[in-house]
């Protein structure tokens, strides 16, 4: 199975900063590179698909970038909304998985 | 208004079997890719299992194959998880979700707990 890794694992940050973060995979996915936001208690949110193409009804500071096996999840301009939990997922080959997520947490 | 309901999930001894549903309303479920993920407490994502639009095509994460067992009734416009032999490492929250293209989940139930506990 492709394996993702994150990084960082959690951070700290504050309203109107700019926030990074990577997913890096153990084999080439080309393109097909998800990221998902999740709040505690409810269920995850897709926010860009295919690397960089944002879902309707994600606010446009959300943006992705990368290919092959490097990807990046950019935040520019945290809102108070935005701290939360970041899963980058696969969707190259079965079984889609998942990284093991970033915790954006307030500074 | 695209809507998924899961339900089934509760309390099963370690060794015992539970089925998940998943009813879907407001798109055309017979067009969509459908997905299971779970979540143990306090962990991250993991998805379960996926099926293709007309069932045809069923693909499992390595630590539930030939235990678990995704299925789909069109015509019911519902989704299916039969669990069996199930431990403690499957106590999670269980999702349904809709898969409009290549693992991008847009659509989300609110979740099921499962507990396996003696």
């Known amino acids: 199975d492709i394996q993702l890794t994150q990084s960082p694992s959690s951070l700290s940050a504050s309203v109107g900063d700019r926030v990074t973060i990577s997913c890096r995979a153990t084999?080439?996915?080309?393109?097909?590179l998800n990221w998902f936001q999740q709040k505690p208690g409810k269920a995850p949110n897709l926010l860009i698909y295919?690397?960089?193409n944002l879902q309707s009804g994600v606010p446009p500071r959300f943006s992705g970038s990368g290919s092959g096996t490097d990807f990046t999840l950019t935040i520019s301009g945290l809102q108070p909304e935005d701290f939360a939990t970041y899963y980058c997922?696969?969707?190259?080959?079965?079984?889609?998985?998942f990284g093991q997520g970033t915790e954006v947490e307030v500074k | 208004e695209v809507q998924l309901v899961e339900s089934g999930g509760g309390l099963v001894q370690p060794g015992g079997s539970l089925r998940l549903s998943c009813a879907a309303s407001?798109?055309?479920?017979?067009?969509?890719?459908m997905t299971w993920v779970r979540q143990a407490p306090g962990k991250g994502l993991e998805l379960v299992a996926n099926?293709?639009?007309?069932?045809?095509?069923?693909y499992y994460v390595g630590s539930v194959r030939g235990r678990f067992t995704i299925s789909r009734d069109n015509a019911r416009n519902s989704l299916y998880l039969q669990m069996d032999s199930l431990g403690a490492e499957d106590t999670a929250i269980y999702y349904c979700?809709?898969?409009?293209?290549?693992?991008?989940?847009?659509?989300w139930g609110p979740g099921t707990l499962v507990t396996v506990s003696s």
């Open positions: 099926i293709n639009e007309d069932g045809s095509g069923k």
């Open positions: 979700a809709r898969d409009f293209s290549t693992g991008a989940l847009d659509h």
């Open positions: 407001g798109f055309t479920f017979s067009r969509s890719w």
């Open positions: 084999e080439n996915i080309i393109k097909y």
């Open positions: 295919t690397t960089s």
């Open positions: 997922q696969q969707g190259y080959t079965t079984p889609q998985t």
